[in-house]
């Protein structure tokens, strides 16, 4: 499927704005970055990092994720994350993430993805429907 080292990094970045809020989103009632935001900002710089290095028709996909939120972000600030490829264990892939605000780090922990093919993949979950 593909032949990944330990080692790819990723970044990604994304501004705090009122739709990526705790308030907004549902997970608490104030105006900061929100934790699902953070790891979803997380789980797409992972992915990002290891996409090109995957044949046509493949991807990954998230599994588990073991993160601390340790500071909040306000609106206005962007958030930048890292990613880096810590472990391949066959179709398993292990990422350190860390997430960054102008003020310094804001979350870290790890992410576990792991590797499909598309299609079979779609049509497996599709085929719940019938069940």
Do not use: W
């Amino acid at each position: 499927m593909a032949e990944l080292k330990v080692g790819i990094k990723g970044n990604g970045s994304v501004l705090v704005e009122q739709a990526n809020t705790a308030a907004a989103m549902g997970s608490g009632l104030l105006p900061v970055f929100a934790t699902p935001a953070m790891i979803a900002l997380m789980e797409k710089t992972a992915s990002g990092s290891v996409q090109e290095y995957l044949e046509e028709g493949c991807g990954s996909v998230g599994t588990a994720i073991d993160v601390k939120h340790i500071s909040a972000t306000p609106p206005g600030m962007e958030v930048r994350c890292e990613s880096e490829l810590i472990q391949v264990d066959g179709r398993r892939l292990v990422f350190r993430v860390r997430a960054f605000d102008e003020a310094g780090l804001i979350g870290e922990g790890t992410h576990e993805r792991f590797l499909i093919k598309n299609e079979s993949f779609l049509k497996k979950a599709e085929g719940k429907r019938g069940q």
